[in-house]
């Protein structure tokens, strides 16, 4: 980070990191191109690529410098995007913008967008099973894929969105909006930092270390998501604000107050921190990124 400041470092690795995630995506053609055109569009329409960078980053951290980490981060960011299409549906969030663009179902439509949230969702184990002819630990890869499934299904972000999609408009406890916030949100960090400490050679004592970073950091991060859809704008952000509002959500805001649930942003980001000062190796930029995630403005 000598050369160049954080914000030049992150642009310039959010453009690496996406060009491998895209150097992943099947090509479009066949009679089922129009699903693969939906499922090429929404991968291609940006983003910061913050879950195969925090792989990346975490697996660099353990010392990770093979190639096998990159059909993991095309992976993690096809189920990514595969939940940002789902969620922006008339039957979730009835969302219209997403990263500036028109959502995959405004250009593609209902049906479209569902088959293409499927594909991805599947695409991307198809495309994870490819590290295992890159490592000479295909265990460690099996075991990594295993952890993908997990956090991405019923016990993971999906099992979130149950519980978010089946409380929409009604009050939830805080102990119920916890639990969504940790499968919906943080249980993809989770995946992301947890693959990239197992294929990069940590420890089981240093792997609970990083799950437990991950959380605070997803909890936070989705503290600062509903701060941010009330107090930036749709210019700012690439997507609708004021979401939560339109679709009676509760959030920590309105369970919490604004004030609070910016000081909670501050204490679980530090939380976060401090297990990463107790892991081995040292990775400035990935505080760094961990400090902008929190305190982000888009």
Known sequence: MRNMNFKEMFSART?????????????????????????????????????????????????????????????????????LIHDDLPCMDNDTLR???PT??????????????????????????????????????????????????????IGGQTVDVELAGKPIPKEKLDFIYRLKTGALLEASMMIGAILGGGDETQLKLVEKMASCLGK????????????????????????????????????????KAKQDVEIMSEEAISCLHELPGKNEFLEALIRMLVNREK
């Open 220 to 259: 936070a991060f989705q503290i600062q998501d509903d701060i941010l859809d009330l107090t930036s704008s749709e210019e700012v952000l690439g997507k609708s604000v004021l979401s939560d509002e339109k679709n009676h959500k509760t959030t920590y805001v309105t369970l919490e107050g604004m004030k």
């Open 104 to 157: 995959a179902w405004v250009k593609f439509g209902y049906d479209m967008a569902v088959l293409a949230g499927d594909g991805l969702l599947i695409y991307s184990m198809e495309t994870a099973a490819k590290a295992l002819s890159m490592t000479d630990r295909p265990d460690l890869v099996a075991r990594c894929m295993g952890i993908l499934a997990q956090k991405t299904g019923i016990f993971g972000m």
């Open 15 to 83: 453009e690496e990191v996406g060009i491998v995630v895209e150097s992943y995506l099947p090509s479009v053609e066949g009679y089922q191109s129009t699903v693969l055109a939906a499922m090429d569009y929404s991968v291609r329409a940006g983003g910061k690529r913050l879950r195969p960078m925090l792989m990346e980053e975490t697996y660099r951290l353990f010392g990770g410098r093979g190639k096998e980490i990159q059909p993991f981060m095309a992976a993690i960011e096809m189920i990514h995007t595969s939940s």
């Open 99 to 101: 990263r500036g663009l």
